[in-house]
């Protein structure tokens, strides 16, 4: 892929790639963290097995998007057509948002395999979006664009919770079939849909188009094993991969399962779940801000080092805390913290990877944060479901033992932190986009 240097970059160009995190950070707060989780674990599943199942849940969609997403990637690079694959995967995403409006108690099978839909398209998306960032920033303000754009997702996913949050609050209880808490999935594909469009309208794509006939297909993955060879060269890329593969499953551990933490371990109803998410959300556009700042300045490993140390330190209280206050204390330091790990990720891997492959580079981060992902969320579901199990049998009763099986889990969240923080230790970030000789 060659970018085009005689169209320069506007102020459009950059407000169209944050209005559409603007909205596909609706859809995470909504879906993965306020709303959707909680309400499959115990509105149409119940207890542990709901946990599990959630988990699995999670897992299926990462393992099929780190299947295809370095392919897409590859093949998006060469025909310089980032935002035709972009718009396809959003598009997934949001019909199957609002599919979920049909989920009901007891709809398992209908209720996972919507959701892995549109995770799938929202986690696919994000490659192409993200490698679109090359080419609306240069190279000394990656760090300040990255993380405006994630602070603006932020404020995004805040306003999308307050539309629905009156909602919850005053017509929850008054109509049968939890039919408001399922009208707030339609309602976040709308918003979501919307704030896509100025992307599609505004940003132009400045990689040279090269035009690709169905029997070329198959350079997706010859492109594929090609990058590959030549990442071994790039050393210091595959080291922060290593780093990144084990320390971002503490990250999405926690995202996709803060609700039924919330819920489980502080008895948060759908009400405190969302001012909780909202709170999150605010912090999250500080933390984005704040770090993206600090990696122009000081480094990215260094803004990366700090938001994993302070994510550590905000985990460690879910083990001894029982109070609602605690847990939105808790919960407002881990939205600072992970939107710095989030944020300076995807900057470190547009100043590691070689110029003009930015979306094989980004196709090979995905493959790395999915199947991490697939780990992460269904281990976390499966310790915390056995743990409880093995409480039950034992004669507790059934919010303790669920209540210990969750504490367990969060051991994971803590070891997959600390380990890829100390992997991450050993990354030259100074060797940008160089191979090693």
């Given amino acids: 892929m060659q970018l085009v240097t005689d169209q320069p970059i506007t102020r459009r160009d950059r407000w169209g790639w944050y209005l559409y995190d603007f909205g596909s950070s609706a859809y995470a707060a909504v ?16 207890g542990e097995r709901g946990t599990q199942l959630w988990g699995i849940a999670v897992g299926i969609a990462m393992l099929i998007t780190a299947i295809i997403s370095p392919v897409l990637g590859t093949i998006a690079d060469y025909a310089g057509s980032k935002k035709r ?32 839909i549109a995770e799938i398209g929202y986690r696919a998306a994000q490659v192409f979006y993200n490698g679109l960032l090359p080419e609306i920033a240069d190279e000394g303000e990656i760090g300040r664009i990255s993380g405006t754009g994630w602070a603006v997702g932020s404020m995004g996913g805040i306003l999308c919770l307050i539309i629905v949050l009156p909602l919850v609050v005053v017509l929850g209880e008054q109509y049968p079939n939890n039919l408001i808490v399922r009208i ?36 997706g993955f010859r492109q ?50 969302i001012v909780l998410i909202i709170l999150v959300q605010v912090t999250n556009v500080v933390g984005a801000y704040l770090f993206g700042i600090m990696a122009d300045r000081g480094g990215s490993k260094r803004a990366l080092i700090s938001s994993i140390g302070m994510m550590i330190i905000v985990v460690i209280p879910l083990w001894f805390t029982t109070t609602g206050l605690a847990f939105y204390l808790i919960g407002a330091a881990a939205g600072f913290a992970m939107a710095g790990i989030q944020s300076v990720s995807r900057t470190m891997v547009s100043q590691l990877a070689p110029a003009g492959q930015s ?65 991450l230790l050993l990354v030259n970030e100074k060797k940008r986009g160089n191979p090693a000789e």
């Fill in 359 to 423: 979306a094989e580079f980004y196709g090979l981060f995905a493959v790395a944060g999915r199947s991490s992902s697939f780990i992460g969320p269904t281990l976390f579901g499966f310790v915390a479901a056995s743990a409880t199990r093995r409480y039950l049998a034992q004669g507790m009763g059934d919010l303790a033992a669920e209540q210990l099986g969750i504490k367990i889990a969060i051991g994971t969240i803590v070891l997959f932190l600390t380990i890829g923080g100390m992997i």
């Fill in 224 to 273: 594929l094993a090609a990058t590959a060879r030549a990442a071994r060269h790039y050393r210091e890329y595959l080291k922060f991969l290593l780093a990144f593969i084990i320390y971002h499953d503490g990250v999405m551990i926690t995202l996709n399962f803060a609700s039924i933490i919330g819920a489980v371990l502080y008895g948060f109803d759908q009400t405190q779940l």
């Fill in 184 to 219: 707030t999935f339609p309602i976040t594909a709308i918003f979501f849909a919307l704030s896509a469009v100025p992307l599609f309208l505004w940003l132009h794509e400045r990689a040279t188009p090269q035009r690709l006939a169905p029997s070329q297909l198959m350079i």
């Fill in 31 to 46: 879906v993965l963290l306020a709303i959707y989780s909680a309400y499959f674990k115990d509105g149409v599943v119940g």
């Fill in 85 to 116: 694959f972009l718009l396809f995967f959003t598009t997934l995403s949001v019909i199957a948002t609002g599919l979920l409006f049909f989920v009901q108690s007891g709809n398992v099978l209908l209720g996972m395999t919507f959701f892995i």
